[in-house]
């Protein structure tokens, strides 16, 4: 089946890091996200990328930085991680034009800074 | 930017009850409404969704209203099932060139048996 995937799962490491967190897609979908999820507030976006040649601000992109590789994989970079970047992100994807809305969404990854 | 208000944050139904998780938005261009829902250690997936065009959606047990007017919707969850315990998210976007979704903050629902 046609899937979102994120490599890693989990993941600690230590304040100053650089750290890559990587989201790969088999679904042929033109759009990709980055989201962070914290207990009771819901999920912010950090960026999207509507192709290759096209990255965008969300919410809170501030600390993080993303690179679209390839149609079916998009990056997400904390150059140098801090405590309070410990959170469970999500990568997404949809349809492009045409399409509906319907996000789909890959397992998630763990991160622990200390 | 898009504001999206949900409550409550947490919601207890005994078994066989119905839930309610109602939402707000800011943006009047809005025209698309997801629900998704976390089960405990998973991805969100969607569950239903609809647009402004309609004003009510239904699929099975559950149902999603839409009041443009008053910029809110609701998701309702009939004849509850302690499989229905997750987390309920409702988001909302423009269906333009951007289609962000700004998600609310959840709604943790627990179904009782």
């Known amino acids: 089946d046609a899937d979102v995937t994120q490599t890693p799962r989990n993941r600690i490491t230590k304040t100053g890091k650089r750290i890559m967190l990587e989201c790969s897609q088999t679904?042929?979908?033109?759009?990709m996200y980055w989201y962070r999820q914290d207990p009771g507030l819901g999920l912010q976006l950090i960026y999207y990328?509507?192709?290759?040649?096209?990255?965008n601000k969300g919410e809170i992109s501030d600390g993080y930085s993303v690179s679209r590789q390839a149609q079916a994989k998009f990056s997400l970079s904390l150059e140098s991680a801090i405590p309070n970047q410990t959170a469970l992100y999500f990568c997404a994807t949809s349809g492009g034009q045409g399409a509906n809305n319907e996000q789909f969404f890959g397992p998630g990854t763990r991160l622990t800074v200390l | 930017g898009e504001n999206v208000e949900q409550h409550p944050s947490t919601l207890s139904v005994q078994e066989g009850d119905s839930a309610v998780i109602k939402c707000t938005y800011s943006d009047s261009a809005s025209n698309y409404f997801p629900w998704y829902k976390q089960e405990l250690g998973k991805r969100p997936q969607l569950i239903i969704d609809?647009?402004?065009?309609?004003g009510e959606k239904k699929d099975q047990r559950i149902a999603v209203t839409l009041n443009k007017t008053a910029k809110h919707f609701s998701l309702h969850i009939t004849e509850t099932q302690p499989e229905d315990s997750a987390v309920y998210f409702c988001?909302?976007?423009?269906?333009?060139?951007?289609?962000?979704?700004?998600f609310g903050s959840g709604t943790q629902l627990t179904v009782l048996p």
């Open positions: 609809i647009r402004s065009n309609v």
């Open positions: 988001a909302a976007s423009y269906s333009g060139s951007a289609r962000q979704l700004t």
């Open positions: 990328s509507f192709d290759v040649k096209d990255i």
């Open positions: 679904k042929g979908h033109d759009r």
